[in-house]
């Protein structure tokens, strides 16, 4: 499947950030993302200001849920409320979750399932830590990590699968170019194994991108947008990734 018929995304992950005073940033954001209309633009915002962000126009997901519906669950959310709170997608099994929460790929797969379960896209996180990498382990732990993470009911229309290392998130480090080819190429490989249209869900990138190097990420034909943490938050630096997610050839 060509690179054109898969949705090219740029997903902002504002973490644990993030005040009613930075929605001016999700309103800049948002006008830029209706000049760029081959890109499906989605800020990953702190629940906090999910009611606040209404009139913006743009599309708004959760960075985790609960696998319940609802219940004796102090503190959590479920994909049922951030469904009814106008959120299209929720992020699962983000690295630091499965680091600092212990989540497991059992866990992760039971919150996809309730995110499909409550009609929204599930953004699935994977991707090896620094150890792994360096003992040449990428490859195998991805293979586990997506056989254990997506839910039976997974397709190119319900999943988005972001594959961030996790040595790369916040640190300015970045695999080259050929090694994020080559892991999404394999990656897409494995979808199509496991997942009856896997071929053709996109698969972000996600660590340190920035607008310096957007574009040279995204002419890999493999890569269909970015997950994108730190440089997500000020329009100034996302917008820019935006437009070389636009301006990439399809
Ligand atoms: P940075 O873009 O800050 O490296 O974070 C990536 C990330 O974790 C997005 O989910």
Request: charged share 15%.
């Given at each position: 499947m060509s690179q054109r018929t898969r949705t090219k995304v740029a997903a902002g992950n504002w973490k644990m950030n993030g005040k009613v005073s930075d929605l001016k940033e999700v309103t800049k954001i948002a006008h830029a993302a209706r000049q760029r209309k081959t890109v499906f633009t989605l800020l990953c915002l702190p629940l906090t200001l999910f009611g606040r962000?209404?009139?913006?126009g743009l599309s708004v997901g959760a960075q985790d849920c609960h696998v319940?519906?609802?219940?004796?669950?102090?503190g959590e959310i479920s994909a049922e409320m951030i469904a009814d709170a106008s959120a299209t997608h929720v992020i699962v099994g983000h690295s630091e979750r499965r680091t600092d929460?212990?989540?497991?790929d059992c866990l992760v797969q039971q919150k996809a399932q309730a995110v499909l379960g409550a009609g929204l896209t599930a953004i699935i996180c994977v991707g090896e830590n620094r150890e792994q990498y360096e003992a040449g382990q990428a490859l195998a732990v991805l293979q586990a990590q997506i056989e254990g993470s997506?839910?039976?009911?997974?397709?190119s229309n319900n999943v988005i699968v972001a594959y961030e290392p996790v040595w790369a998130i916040g640190t300015g480090l970045l695999p080259t170019n050929e090694e994020i080819q080559s892991v999404h190429s394999e990656i897409r490989e494995m979808l199509g194994r496991q997942v009856v249209?896997?071929?053709g869900i996109s698969i972000l990138y996600g660590g340190s991108v920035k607008g310096s190097n957007a574009a040279e990420i995204f002419?890999?034909?493999?890569?269909?947008?970015a997950l994108v943490g730190?440089?997500?938050?000020k329009a100034n630096d996302f917008i820019p990734i935006i437009e070389a997610l636009d301006a990439a050839e399809a």
């Open positions: 962000v209404g009139g913006a319940s519906a609802s219940g004796a669950h102090t929460y212990l989540e497991s997506l839910p039976e009911a997974a397709n249209d896997g071929e002419s890999l034909p493999d890569v269909d947008g730190g440089a997500s938050l």
